[in-house]
């Protein structure tokens, strides 16, 4: 082995960051990254300290403006950040505050209770980030200021006049040098300040966007206002507002454990999912942690006694799991820990262990007394476990039996597909054609080296409006699986569909170019989006387009696609011997004409379908069809609901 050169490695080679420097070297360790996220977490990061001021019962009003320069604003009537000399550092504490790490009130019980903010970075970093900085403090009758760039001081604080208010006002300009975008997005701030004033009842919130105003020239165009009453009552009901809830009223418990007070708000629904959210001092916890443990084990262990207890289990005779229980739950879940253990400065994920244990016991204690107290209600959301429970058993054993499927033998496929030569995924495509008539054609008119074709038969089933389980059960959906060669469940997640042996890499819909074909599309994408969008993030989901005319005279012919290919044949024809012939199926063409229009690679038009036009009814019908199409217009007008798959 050679030896290395320049290998010279002395005390030289060591760099020491003073001050703010290690947050400009290394922000994404301080913020999360430079880019959207990070961007929008320093507006987070000034406005969790108004509301640490809030918490400790001196704040009871934020105003957050994005500025025309695309810098932040965020206005509190708090009691203002301390102006006076600190002792140690010989310099007044607003700048201590403002310019060292770890340095804040957080870290003395005295000054916060409870705090989201206890590293002491937040407000620093912001300030070691930004290419500006400018805070007023309004505090004792005076206003007090100072500046910074990238975090250095450009003056000692100053009193700068007189005030009868109290507060602090925070505005920043993000330094375009540390991230990847300085736009600032009013709808993420505007979710935040939102989520804010749910988790902080009595506190009023504004959002104000200065960068667009009316015609006038001093409204603007996005101002909004945020003030609950309720809290977190107010909060599910708006997470709940578009779902159909099973009971008139959330269970909403409130208390204090082991000096931790505990804010819970759940509600079922006749959904399928569980919707958790969970804070700790308004932070949400996206990871969760020992308060999102405490509450499944106490609502899990709670209300399987109480099953048990009425007897409905034993009825149903059925196993049920802490999954059942969560099914439909849309719940929130908040906490004030007073010295919270954070996974990083992000603050994702909580570790304190004896969080748990005061979470579990209060949702199991007033859980319990609201089921005694609610008959009706717990019957309720005892029926809606036992349905999750047997839909999750159904389900189970549908997916196994398409995972035992053996897509390698002809044997094991469905009896109406017609496969093709080549073993070679990337260039085999197969058509689901509309009906035993198009499919005869398509099977005449493929290249059955590569294509492959399976009819439908009719519409398949609208997954939209029956549980998996349900869906499963259809022998046409079972079909598709077996011809695709794809299963359900990964070892990083049983429910996802497993692609690692898809036999085909263009799955092409091809229906005729009328009401029911318009109808058949809808479904079919309704499928693949729900049971199999990694097909359509992959880019393996095609619409095929066949001609509506074709327009002869003499021996010329024309396919015509829409209304206005039509009219520009009909112009270049003239005006006499010309037959117009409108296909009003796939069965109407023969063979070749099929194969040259809409089956060949060379002269078809596909349109390749992706997540976002495959998300909402209206995507799909612009997808369908062009706007002069007739069929389309009655189909909207007809079935415009029919599939309800607005994700």
């Given amino acids: 082995m050679e030896e290395n050169q320049n290998v010279d490695y002395s005390a030289s080679n060591i760099t020491v960051l003073e001050g703010l420097e290690a947050v400009r070297v290394r922000p994404a360790m301080y ?44 206005e509190d009537n708090g009691r203002g950040i301390p102006v006076d000399m600190h002792e140690k550092e010989h310099r007044s504490a607003l700048e201590v505050v403002m310019t060292v790490l770890h340095a804040g009130g957080k870290f003395n019980k005295n000054s916060y209770k409870v705090s989201g903010g206890l590293h002491g970075v937040g407000v620093s970093c912001v300030n070691a980030l930004s290419d500006h900085m400018t805070v007023n403090v309004y505090r004792d009758g005076k206003v007090y200021q100072q500046e910074y760039s990238k975090g250095k001081p450009l003056y000692a604080v100053r009193e700068v006049g007189t005030t009868d208010k109290r507060g602090t006002k925070v505005t920043f300009h993000p330094d375009a040098s540390i991230f990847t975008v300085t736009e600032y997005k009013y709808d993420i701030l505007l979710d935040r300040m939102r989520e804010l004033a749910y988790l902080n009842k009595g506190i009023e919130i504004n959002i104000t966007d200065l960068r667009e105003m009316k015609e006038d ?55 399928y ?39 409905l289990l034993q009825k149903a005779k059925v196993e049920i799991t802490g999954d059942d229980f969560r099914e439909g739950l849309t719940a929130i879940i908040s906490v004030k820990v007073a010295e919270p253990q954070f996974e990083g400065q992000t603050k994702t994920k909580l570790g304190n262990a004896e969080v748990r244990g005061a979470v579990d016991e209060a949702v199991s204690e007033m859980l319990e007394n609201y089921l005694e107290e609610h008959p009706n209600e717990a019957h309720t959301i005892v029926d809606k476990v036992i349905l999750a429970a047997r839909a999750r058993q159904a389900a189970r054993k549908a997916r196994e039996m398409v995972q035992r499927s053996n897509v390698f033998s002809s044997a094991g496929m469905p009896g109406k597909l017609a496969d093709c030569q080549s073993n070679d995924p990337a260039e085999c495509e197969i058509f ?87 109808h058949i599309d809808t479904l079919m994408l309704t499928f693949f989006f729900r049971y199999m969008p990694e097909l359509i993030e992959n880019g393996y989901v095609y619409l095929a387009t066949p001609p509506l005319y074709l327009v002869k005279k003499g ?90 798959i607005d994700a």
């Fill in 555 to 644: 021996n010329k012919q024309v396919y015509c696609w829409t209304e206005d290919d039509r009219e520009r044949a009909l112009m270049e024809f003239g005006d006499k011997g010309i037959h117009v012939q409108r296909y009003k199926g796939l069965g109407e063409m023969n063979s070749d004409q099929l194969r040259d229009t809409t089956m060949d690679p060379e002269g078809r038009q596909l349109r390749q379908v992706t997540i976002e036009n495959a998300a909402s009814a209206d995507r799909i019908f612009s997808l369908l069809m062009g706007d002069d199409v007739p069929p389309r217009r009655a189909f909207i007008e007809a079935n415009a609901t029919y599939a309800n």
């Fill in 432 to 518: 689901f054609v509309e009906g035993d008539s198009a499919g005869g054609s398509a099977k005449q008119g493929r290249d059955r080296r590569f294509q492959a074709i399976l009819p439908l038969r009719g519409k398949i089933l609208n997954v939209e409006k029956v549980m998996r389980h349900r869906a499963f059960e259809s022998e046409a959906i079972r079909d598709i699986y077996t011809a695709l060669g794809v299963t359900v469940g990964t070892p990083e997640d049983p429910q996802a569909l497993n692609l690692s042996k898809l036999r085909y890499h263009k799955v092409i819909i091809m229906t005729d170019a009328d009401v029911d074909g318009a």
């Fill in 273 to 311: 999912s569980e919707n958790l959210h969970s804070y700790v001092n308004n932070i949400n916890t996206h990871e969760g942690g020992t308060h999102l443990a405490g509450f499944r084990s106490g609502l899990t262990r709670t209300l399987k006694a109480y099953a048990d207890r009425s007897g």
């Fill in 217 to 271: 020239g001093v409204t603007p165009v996005r101002a909004d206002h945020f003030f609950s009453e309720k809290g977190l009552r107010d909060f599910i009901s708006y997470l709940d507002e578009n779902r159909e809830k099973l009971m008139p009223e959330a269970i909403y418990i409130e208390g204090e454990r082991k000096g931790i007070p505990i804010e819970i708000a759940m509600q079922y629904n006749t959904g």
């Fill in 31 to 74: 913020i999360g990254d430079v880019n959207e996220r990070g961007l929008h977490h320093l507006v987070y990061e000034v406005v969790d300290n108004s509301i640490d001021e809030a918490l400790a019962g001196y704040c009871t009003k934020i105003d957050v403006h994005i500025n025309p320069d695309n810098s932040i604003t965020v």
